[in-house]
Structure formats: C-alpha cells, structure tokens
C-alpha cells in the first residue's frame, strides 16, 4: 500500500512537540488544518480567531510556526504579520499565508512583506504539509525565537 505525504508525517518519531499557532477565522479552515497537523504527535496546534489574539497568543506561547489567513476581522493577517516581524520575541518565528487572496501580485506582496511562503486556498495537503515541514526545519535552524 503506497504511503501518502500525510501518513508520512504521522509516523515520525516522538520528540519534543512543537508549538503551531494558525490565526484563523473560519471555523471549516481551523477543522480540515486541525485534522492534518493532528496526524503529527510532534505538534501542538493553538488558533487565535482574529490578528489582535493571534499576536497576544504569539508572544505568550512563542510557537515555532504560525499559519496566517490574510482575510481576518479586524487587523488583517498581513498587518498581523507585519506586527510580529517588528517585535523582537516574534520577529523570527516564520509564519505562513494560507489565503483566498490567489492573484500573482498578492502572493508577490506577501513574500515581500516577509511571510516564509504563501499557499493559497483550497491548498493541496502534500503542498501544505511540505511548507509546514519547511518552516520547522528552518525555525530549528535558526533556534528559538527569544
């Protein structure tokens, strides 16, 4: 039996668990990321509904990932974002766009803006799990975000 990209990650070996935050305000959104990081015993996934509660969530938890909606109520994800960039306790934690928001200049806008990577929904799940692992690894390169 072929092994998917998800069934790859759910067999990882146990280790420290990892703190994901995804700052979202759809609750189907929050349900179909919760069921793919939830394969991994390695992460613990928190959520903030709007960007004012992801950033108080950012700096009380200090993830090692965040996963960003550009379209929340309130302050946008982009400018969210852009707050955690200009912080020192969340200035490195990568954090990547999951967005509806799929023209070309968007994507362009929010790589230059500083997001690690910009998947676009609906994302296709070895696309999402590949950004997710990517940033890990990176956070583990770059050690802790303090």
Do not use: C, W
């Not at 023209?103 to 998947?119: K, M, N, T």
Request: aromatic share 6%; glycine share 8%; net charge negative.
């Amino acid at each position: 039996m072929p092994t998917t990209p998800e069934d790859a990650h759910s067999n990882m070996p146990p280790g420290p668990v990892r703190t994901v935050l995804y700052v979202e305000d759809n609750a189907d959104n929050l349900a179909l990321v919760t069921q793919l990081l939830g394969r991994r015993a390695d992460l613990a996934l928190v959520s903030a509904a709007d960007g004012d509660a992801g950033i108080a969530l950012a700096r009380a938890r200090l993830p090692e990932l965040i996963l960003m909606d550009i379209n929340l109520p309130g302050i946008s994800g982009m400018d969210t974002m852009k707050l955690l960039r200009g912080d020192p306790l969340t200035a490195a934690i990568p954090v990547i766009a999951l967005s509806s928001n799929a023209f070309p200049r968007q994507i362009r806008d929010g790589l230059e803006a500083g997001f690690f990577g910009y998947l676009t929904k609906p994302f296709k799940f070895d696309e999402f799990l590949t950004a997710v692992e990517s940033a890990l690894a990176h956070a583990a390169r770059t050690g802790p975000a303090a």
